[in-house]
């Protein structure tokens, strides 16, 4: 199946500074790489997603990068906010359909005022 | 437009003891996973239904089932319970089409004792 590793796992920023969490991927055939938020207390969210077709993606202040030659994507949060401090998980399919996801072990966002 | 609801939100079990957690998908979806989530890690695949029927499972042993109704809403059903089986459990759903996003729950934390 696929394997993820998703480092670090823990991660402190100054209010305003920029965040980067870095994932890598097994499976050569995965096209599909989404990054969810966990806030305590609460299931995961999905907070931006990319395809393979495309080698980044931006929403606003979070963007994702994707290299497939060498399979590791990353997260990049720009201009921190304290409401960003969570932990956030990458994850990618495997399976039939590719609909089962294979999630990293988390990083744990704290952004400090 | 409610999201993924689970219940119940908390129980605490017994060794051996059975358990039953619950899930209704979105509107308009009509695939359910089950996720399994430790504590400090991420979670992990348990299986997927789709018109009734499992289509995909993960790693856990028979002590774990589950079913799907007409409606959608699915159950996940855990025998023999251990102190390991202590964790968060996520139900997620998606639509038939699925793109790969997940929708999840907040989740039913389960505690063994």
């Known amino acids: 199946g696929e394997n993820v590793e998703q480092h670090p796992s823990t991660l402190s920023v100054q209010e305003g500074d920029s965040a980067v969490i870095k994932c890598t991927y097994s499976?050569?055939?995965?096209?599909?790489f989404p990054w969810y938020k966990q806030e305590l207390g609460k299931g995961p969210q999905l907070i931006i997603d990319i395809r393979s077709n495309v080698g980044e993606k931006k929403d606003q202040r979070i963007a994702v990068t994707l290299n497939k030659t060498a399979k590791h994507f990353s997260l990049h949060i720009t201009e921190t906010q304290p409401e960003d401090s969570a932990v956030y998980f990458c994850a990618a399919p495997w399976g039939k359909a590719a609909r089962q996801l294979t999630f990293g072990s988390g990083t744990q966002l704290t952004v400090l005022p | 437009d409610a999201g993924v609801t689970q219940s119940p939100t908390h129980l605490i079990k017994t060794r051996g003891q059975q358990v039953t957690l619950r899930c209704s998908p979105k509107s308009g979806h009509d695939t359910v996973s089950w996720y399994q989530q430790a504590l400090g890690q991420g979670p992990q695949f348990i299986f997927q239904?789709?018109?009734?029927?499992?289509?995909q499972r993960g790693n856990f042993p028979d002590r774990f089932s589950g079913h799907q109704f007409p409606n959608y809403s699915s159950e996940l059903n855990v025998n023999a319970l251990l102190l390991g089986d202590s964790a968060l459990y996520l139900c997620?759903?998606?639509?038939?089409?699925?793109?790969?996003?997940?929708?999840f729950g907040e989740g039913s934390r389960l505690t063994v004792l």
């Open positions: 997620a759903s998606s639509p038939t089409v699925n793109t790969g996003e997940l929708f």
């Open positions: 499976d050569s055939a995965s096209n599909y």
């Open positions: 239904y789709y018109e009734e029927e499992e289509r």
